[in-house]
C-alpha cells in the first residue's frame, strides 16, 4: 500500500502555491506509506542548451561547492548548482550525458535523481512531514508536481527505492500497486540497452515506459503497450514537463481520485488529501475508469 499525489495548476498566478498547496496533500498519505516520500516538480524550463540535474548525496558529506570548483576546471561551460541539504540541483550548458559520465568517475557517492530542462526530484526514507520539512517543499513553485509516500512491500527502504522513478529527460512514474513479472519485463529490457538501478517492480515499469518513449511512441501509446506487458494491480501517475497523466489497471483495486476546478486539477489516492484544497467543494470529482487514460497539460 503506498500514497500518489498529484497537482497541476491550471492559473499561473496560482504557481507560487504549489508546493504550499502540496504538503498537505503528502501528509495526509503518511498512513499509506509512512516508509519514505518523495517528489518532483516541475518548474519553468532553463533556457537551452541548459540542462538540471538532481543529485543525492544521502548519508555522504559532500562539500556542494568545492564539487562545484571541480566540475568548472575539468569541463568547460557555465555551472550553477543550488544545494538543499543532502539534496542539490545543478544547472549546466554541458551535454548531461557528460555530466552523468564525470560526476560517476569522480563522486560516485552522488546519486543522480533526474535530468532535464523542467523537473527537479526529490526522495528520502522517512516520515513524509519530516521530509517536506527537510527540504522546504512549501516553498517550490512551478507548474505541476508528482508525489508519493511509500509502504516497502517487496523490496528495501532505501532513497533508491523511493518514488518517483525516472527515465530519460523530465519524465517521471510513481506507483501504487504491485507487479508481478518485473524480473520478466527486466530480461526483455536489458538485452536492449535499458539500465536498471533497484530491484524495485516500480522500476520495471519505468524502464518499460523508457523503452517505448525511446522506440518513439508518445506516452499514451507507450500506457497502452503496457496493458499487455506489465502484469499485476497498479494505479501508475507519471509526469512530463507539459503533461500530467493518471491510469489505472483492469481490476482498478488501487484507489484514485481526482478533483478538477477551473484552477487545479489535483489526484489522491484517497480524498482525505485534497479536502484542504481551495474551492474543493465545487470540483468535479471522480475516480478514473479502469485502463482509460486521463492526462492533463500544462
Known amino acids: 500500500m503506498c500514497g500518489i499525489v498529484g497537482l497541476l495548476i491550471k492559473r499561473p498566478a496560482l504557481r507560487d502555491q504549489l508546493g504550499a498547496l502540496m504538503v498537505p496533500m503528502l501528509v495526509g498519505m503518511t498512513d499509506r506509506g509512512p516508509d519514505s516520500a518523495g517528489l518532483a516538480v516541475y518548474t519553468a524550463p532553463v533556457p537551452e542548451p ?15 561547492s568545492q564539487l562545484l570548483l571541480r566540475l568548472a576546471k575539468e569541463l568547460e561551460g557555465v555551472h550553477e548548482i543550488a544545494p538543499t541539504g543532502t539534496h542539490a540541483v545543478l544547472t549546466s550548458a554541458t551535454d548531461p550525458d557528460l555530466l552523468v ?16 530542462q523542467s523537473i527537479d526530484l526529490y526522495k528520502d526514507v522517512g516520515a513524509p512531514a ?36 525516472t527515465a530519460g529527460r523530465d519524465f517521471c512514474l510513481v506507483h501504487n500497486g504491485s ?5 520478466l519485463v527486466r530480461k526483455k529490457l536489458e538485452p536492449l540497452g535499458i539500465r536498471f538501478e533497484t530491484d524495485n517492480d516500480t522500476e520495471a515499469a519505468c524502464r518499460f515506459f523508457e523503452w517505448r518513449l525511446r522506440e518513439g511512441d508518445d506516452l499514451r501509446t507507450a500506457v497502452q503497450r503496457g496493458f499487455s ?5 497498479f494505479t501508475f501517475l507519471m509526469g512530463t514537463d507539459q503533461e500530467l497523466l493518471i491510469v489505472r489497471d483492469a481490476f482498478s483495486c488501487k484507489p484514485a481520485v481526482v478533483a478538477e476546478t477551473d484552477d487545479y486539477v489535483a489526484i489522491a489516492s484517497e480524498f482525505r488529501s485534497l479536502a484542504h484544497l481551495p474551492h474543493i467543494k465545487h470540483a468535479t470529482l471522480f475516480e478514473p475508469k479502469p485502463e482509460e487514460i486521463y492526462s492533463w497539460r500544462i
Open 101 to 116: 559520465s564525470w560526476i560517476s568517475r569522480h563522486a560516485p557517492a552522488i546519486a543522480v535523481l533526474s535530468i532535464g
Open 229 to 233: 506487458e506489465l502484469d499485476g494491480f
Open 50 to 64: 541548459s540542462h538540471k540535474l538532481s543529485l543525492y548525496s544521502g548519508a555522504n558529506q559532500v562539500d556542494w
Open 130 to 165: 519530516d521530509i517536506a520539512e527537510r527540504y522546504q517543499f512549501k516553498s517550490l513553485r512551478g507548474s505541476h508536481l508528482v508525489g508519493h509516500t511509500r509502504m516497502a512491500t517487496e523490496s528495501a527502504v532505501t532513497p533508491a527505492h523511493a518514488h518517483p522513478f
Open 179 to 183: 507487479l508481478s513479472n518485473p524480473h
